[in-house]
Structure formats: C-alpha cells, structure tokens
C-alpha cells in the first residue's frame, strides 16, 4: 500500500503535471492543513470546490499549510488572519461538528487533525471562469480518489453539488453501499442538506453536503441553529 507521504509526493506531482498540460495560469492549492493529516488516517475530510482570485497570493501556500490551517491563520481578501466570512463558518462548523461529539473524541475531529483541502486545486476567479472545467473536474475525481483510497475517514463535507458527487462516487468506488439518503432542511428557507451514509466492511462513512457557507451562512443564524444541530446529529453518527 502506498504511503502517506508517497501519496502526497504523487498528488502534487500530478497537479503540476495537469496544471501545465491544461494550460491553467493563476496558480494552484492543494491542502489547507498541513500534510502529515494524511499519516494520521483523519476522521473528517472537509473539501470545498476550488480555490478562488485572479492571482497568486504570496504568503498562501500551493501544496499544505504547514504553518497552521488555512481557515485559522491566513489572511483573505481585506478581512483580519481567520476573520473572512467563510473562514469563521468553517470555523464554526467545526466547533459544532465537535460538540456533538463526547470528550475523548472530540479532538480527532478538530480542523487541525481533518483532511481539508480543495477538490479542485486549479485558481479562478469564480468557477464559472474555470480553465477548461470539464479535465479539470475528471482530474480532480481522480486526484482525490487515489488520495483517499488507503484513508477510512467516517465523514467528508462539501458545500458545493459537485464535489458532493464525487465523494459519493469515491464511497461507491471503495466497495461502500448506499444505506440511506436524506434531505433536509436547513432553516434558511428553502434551502436544504444532503446526507448520505455508507457502510463499508469495516465502518461505515457519512457524506454530507451543506449550502455554501459564503452564502447562506448558517452557523450565525439563530433560526436555522436547531436545523442544523440535527443535521450535524446525522452526519456525525459514525465519529
């Protein structure tokens, strides 16, 4: 079985690879969490779909954040070092995904111990303005499918469709069946969450799809707070 570190070394030999041969130009990121998460065999894996600006932000690292998380320490846009909007829901999220948890296991699902990173490591403005999407998104499937394949996390977040759907197809690709699927509501009117679960030969796997948290920021809305802690509920069953 390849090794974490053997994986990490392929990975990002790949994307430098792909990032050349698609001809993508703003640069590229990879983990937002430093790369020794991978030894750790991490319970939460937490991807978003790509990383967004039209340039290459100078103190943001491509491959991991050895220097602390992403979500905790960087500064983004004109905002203080973790204070964006979307870092402060990542943040809250992960505070709540841990307080459905007991003590003893709590700190194996903090954002430090999680695998998180971006499904798409190729920059863009907006996705919408992705370079060649379409390769992009099938080698993003397979980047991360060969990265998680010797992992056994119990839970994996997105807050995007199609990185939920790849992480849906990774569990199948692992031998995972489907023992259920739910949609539910989140409060924030009519929008709503994905939760599927998985059960492998040796444990079993949620995957949950949130609303992007940029947008419909949940974790500081108090009418969508019961919503939400049962959602959490669900998707942290098997932590």
């Not at 041969?21 to 937002?32: A, E, I, T, Y």
């Amino acid at each position: 079985m390849t090794r974490p570190r053997e994986s990490f070394s392929s990975a990002i030999q790949g994307i430098e690879r792909e990032y050349a041969k698609l001809g993508h130009s703003v640069g590229w990121r990879f983990l937002c969490v430093s790369k020794s998460v991978l030894e750790r065999d991490p319970r939460v894996v937490f991807l978003t779909l790509n990383p967004g600006g039209k340039s290459i932000p100078v103190d943001h690292p491509s491959e991991s954040c050895e220097a602390g998380c992403a979500y905790l320490v960087e500064q983004w846009g004109t905002a203080k070092p973790g204070a964006h909007k979307l870092q402060r829901q990542v943040q809250k999220l992960f505070a709540a995904i841990q307080r459905q948890l007991a003590p003893g296991v709590r700190s194996g699902a903090s954002i430090e111990d999680s695998l998180v990173g971006y499904f798409v490591p190729f920059r863009s403005a907006r996705f919408a303005d992705l370079h060649r999407p379409k390769e992009s998104l099938a080698f993003a499937h397979d980047l991360w499918a060969s990265l998680l394949k010797p992992l056994s996390p119990r839970l994996l977040l997105a807050i995007d469709p199609m990185t939920f759907r790849s992480m849906n197809g990774f569990c199948i690709a692992k031998g995972g069946r489907l023992m259920s699927t739910e949609t539910l509501s989140t409060g924030w009117g009519n929008t709503t969450s994905d939760v599927n679960e998985y059960q492998f030969v040796s444990h079993s796997c949620m995957v949950l799809r949130l609303p992007h948290l940029s947008t419909f920021q949940l974790f500081s809305c108090l009418e969508c707070a019961q919503y939400v802690n049962a959602i959490l509920a669900r998707a942290c069953r098997h932590l």
